[in-house]
């Protein structure tokens, strides 16, 4: 009887570790989700994007590995779902005699019916290596040096001809990705030549200005050029915003 009082502590210390190892292998998982999860919010957007431009972000991010991807474009059918595999890694020094590390599979879904901070679906890891991806081609440059060249010099004092200004624009050879914009306003008239972003990265835009006495171009500040800015936009060109802090 004595014998089996004294071993009652171990036991009850072996189930507690065993529960504490689940434990810290079910944390594991749980950051390994996180990881797929923060891929789904990278992804996040309404923005119509093919399956190889998709995969190619996911690629991208850092601790994910693209196993499989379903569908052609996020706005075809239901979209496109990839197959991710990430790891994570929890550990408690109490009972684990180091740290535990999981790798996991998540299926995360790409579509305008997905939700902001969804959470990815765990799924078997499909055999075979990870996916590579090309990288999408490189954005138009824009013209600067032939913008700042050709946009009229109006003395102080003078009129600016919006009219002129739209047929400046209109005759240069800009690729199709390029979108432009003319707005008057204030005795002045803005322009807009933009590249449609990614949504996560800066927008590639250049902005003009012809006004009495001064013209203009030049490319928003890195940090005015993110989504939610306003930096590439035809009103930034007619009053432009201050550089940031």
């Known amino acids: 009887m004595r014998r089996l009082l004294l071993l009652a502590p171990l036991l009850l210390f072996a189930v507690s570790g065993c529960g504490m190892f689940r434990s810290s292998e079910g944390e594991a998982t749980d950051s390994a989700r996180d990881v797929a999860r923060k891929a789904g919010e990278r992804l996040y957007g309404q923005r119509q994007r093919t399956a190889e431009e998709v995969g190619y972000i996911a690629s991208s991010i850092e601790g994910v590995e693209v196993l499989r991807v379903k569908g052609a474009s996020t706005r075809d059918g239901d979209g496109i779902e990839l197959v991710v595999r990430t790891s994570g890694t929890a550990y408690d020094q109490k009972f684990d005699p180091q740290p535990v590390t999981v790798r996991r599979c998540f299926a995360v879904r790409v579509s305008p019916k997905s939700r902001w901070r969804e959470d990815p679906r765990d799924v078997d890891c499909p055999d075979g290596p990870r996916l590579t991806f090309a990288p999408p081609p490189e954005p138009p440059a824009l013209p600067h040096e032939e913008l700042r060249a050709r946009l009229p010099r109006v003395p102080e004092g003078g009129r600016v001809d919006e009219a002129e200004v ?26 807009l030549l933009s590249v449609e972003g990614n949504g996560h990265d800066p927008q590639d835009c250049l902005l ?6 001064a013209t203009e171009v030049w490319v928003p500040s890195r940090v005015q050029r993110m989504r939610g800015e306003g930096g590439c936009t035809v009103e930034n060109a007619l009053d432009r915003m201050p550089p940031p802090h």
Request: glycine letters at 16%; zero cysteines; hydrophobic letters at 45%.
């Open 166 to 191: 739209r047929r400046v624009v209109a005759a240069l050879d800009l690729d199709r990705a390029i979108r432009t914009e003319v707005r008057a306003g204030a005795g002045r008239v803005g322009v």
């Open 208 to 213: 003009g200005r012809v006004s009495p006495g």
